[in-house]
Antibody, heavy 119, light 112 residues
Framework: EVQLVESGGGLVQPGGSLKLSCAAS????????MHWVRQAPGKGLFWVSRIDTDGSSTTYADSVKGRFTISRDNAKNTLYLQMNSLRAEDTAVYYCVRGGHGLNYFDYWGQGTPVTVSS | QTVVTQEPSFSVSPGGTVTLTCGLSSGSVSTSYYPSWYQQTPGQAPRTLIY???TRSSGVPDRFSGSILGNKAALTITGAQADDESHYYCVLYMGSGLSNWVFGGGTKLTVL
């Protein structure tokens, strides 16, 4: 069974940093692109970032580029999101999501970890 | 900036059929955008329903179907049930570069 378990969320002050982790199990982690998708309170879904299978290629949404860094450790079956220079508008539940094979969609979702940026 | 459009809300009677759409603020949606659809109930993670325009994800009942209708992607629910009352989101793949995937704002479906 595919499982994605996020951790690392919490309360952080504006301008601060936080690093999210996502532990993957039940599939060959190194064989899949991975994504972070977030959802602000009461709002819709928003794609944040994607990383390819070996971490050599990453892309970001405009609003987080230069502040967030996605990475992965295939030996530990873990996905990361380093978030710097956090803003109030980054407040959201952050979901770790597995990419569907070759067809540019999202197939399995974690339960999410909440991030609150507030003073 | 590309905006993906969805109806903010829709209602359907139990047993009825409803079609939700996913469009672009400028241009037409085609299969090249790999439209996919996700269902989310309050407090839960999204669930994948449809990908690659019309392929049902594993375990999704066949009363959910995807298509291209005119210049939009569409999700049709046939024989709506009470537990179909959820938010539905589409996402389009915009290609390589920044903001590769763009979600629509979601449709709140009420079954009553």
């Amino acid at each position: 069974e595919v499982q994605l378990v996020e951790s690392g969320g919490g309360l952080v002050q504006p301008g601060g940093s936080l690093k999210l982790s996502c532990a993957a199990s039940g599939f060959t982690f190194s064989g899949y692109w991975m994504h972070w998708v977030r959802q602000a309170p009461g709002k819709g879904l928003f794609w944040v970032s994607r990383i390819d299978t070996d971490g050599s290629s990453t892309t970001y949404a405009d609003s987080v580029k230069g502040r967030f860094t996605i990475s992965r450790d295939n030996a530990k079956n873990t996905l990361y999101l380093q978030m710097n220079s956090l803003r109030a508008e980054d407040t959201a539940v952050y979901y770790c999501v597995r990419g569907g094979h070759g067809l540019n969609y999202f197939d399995y979702w974690g339960q999410g970890t909440p991030v609150t940026v507030s003073s | 900036q590309t905006v993906v459009t969805q109806e903010p809300s829709f209602s359907v009677s139990p047993g009825g059929t409803v079609t939700l759409t996913c469009g672009l603020s400028s241009g037409s949606v085609s299969t090249s955008y790999y439209p996919s659809w996700y269902q989310q109930t309050p407090g839960q993670a999204p669930r994948t329903l449809i990908y690659n325009t019309n392929t049902r994800s594993s375990g999704v009942p066949d009363r959910f179907s995807g298509s291209i209708l005119g210049n939009k992607a569409a999700l049709t629910i046939t024989g709506a049930q009470a537990d179909d009352e959820s938010h539905y989101y589409c996402v389009l793949y915009m290609g390589s570069g920044l903001s590769n995937w763009v979600f629509g704002g979601g449709t709140k479906l009420t079954v009553l």
